[in-house]
């Protein structure tokens, strides 16, 4: 089945500063790759995703890129705000819709 | 995007006893299914609730354990059965959101079981 790594587990940023966290996935066949924010108490929230017939794909500060050569997707935030503070999650799934394998999660923590 | 609600929103169980946890959609979606995120951890997908048969269960997940109804297209329940302390999760559903070819998948807020 999938599997899929996320790195870093932990990221603490100034405010201003740009933050990445990357995930790599193992199924060749998989296509959609979202990315879930969850704060504290909280349901994941969609941010942002990506499907497998695009490169990248921005929405104001928050861009993912994919490389599907390399199995590795990419979540970047620029201009952190500490309201960005929580834990992010990445995902795949393949023609299966909904099927998602999450990452381990990155609890990314932006400094005032 | 649909609107889901869980009940109940949390619960304290006793070791040996079940909970069914339900899940309401405010409109018919053709997928649903069920998640375990266990304290500090990732989420993990339990089954895919099937409208009108059995659920599809992922390794490791079994129906005697997590049985699963989904009688129409806005509601399902996951009832965990003879709980243990290991058992202590939030249980999730989701919901693939369709908007012409677009796929979305958002979650439900969590049924936040502990079993003593």
């Known amino acids: 089945g999938e599997n899929v790594e996320q790195h870093p587990s932990t990221l603490s940023v100034q405010e201003g500063d740009s933050a990445v966290i990357k995930c790599t996935y193992s199924?060749?066949?998989?296509?959609?790759f979202p990315w879930y924010k969850q704060e504290l108490g909280k349901r994941p929230q969609l941010i942002i995703d990506?499907?497998?017939?695009?490169g990248e794909k921005k929405d104001q500060r928050i861009a993912v890129t994919l490389n599907k050569t390399a199995k590795h997707f990419s979540l970047h935030i620029t201009e952190t705000q500490p309201e960005d503070s929580a834990v992010y999650f990445c995902?795949?799934?393949?023609?299966?819709?909904?099927?998602?394998?999450f990452g381990q999660g990155t609890i990314l923590t932006v400094h005032p | 995007s649909a609107v889901i609600s869980q009940k109940p929103s949390r619960d304290i169980c006793q070791r040996g006893t079940s909970l069914t946890i339900q899940c309401q959609v405010d409109s018919q979606v053709t997928m649903m299914f069920w998640y375990r995120q266990q304290p500090g951890q990732s989420l993990t997908l339990i089954a895919t609730a099937n409208q009108g048969s059995e659920a599809t269960y992922e390794s490791g997940f079994v129906i005697d354990k997590f049985p699963i109804s989904r009688p129409n297209l806005t509601f399902s329940t996951l009832t965990v059965s003879n709980m243990s302390p290991e058992d202590s999760s939030i249980y999730l559903c989701?919901?693939?959101?369709?908007?012409?070819?677009?796929?979305?998948?958002?979650f439900g807020p969590g049924t936040r079981l502990t079993v003593l």
């Open positions: 989701s919901v693939v959101w369709v908007r012409g070819e677009v796929n979305e998948q958002f």
């Open positions: 199924d060749s066949a998989s296509n959609y």
């Open positions: 995902a795949a799934s393949g023609t299966s819709y909904g099927k998602l394998t």
């Open positions: 990506i499907r497998s017939n695009v």
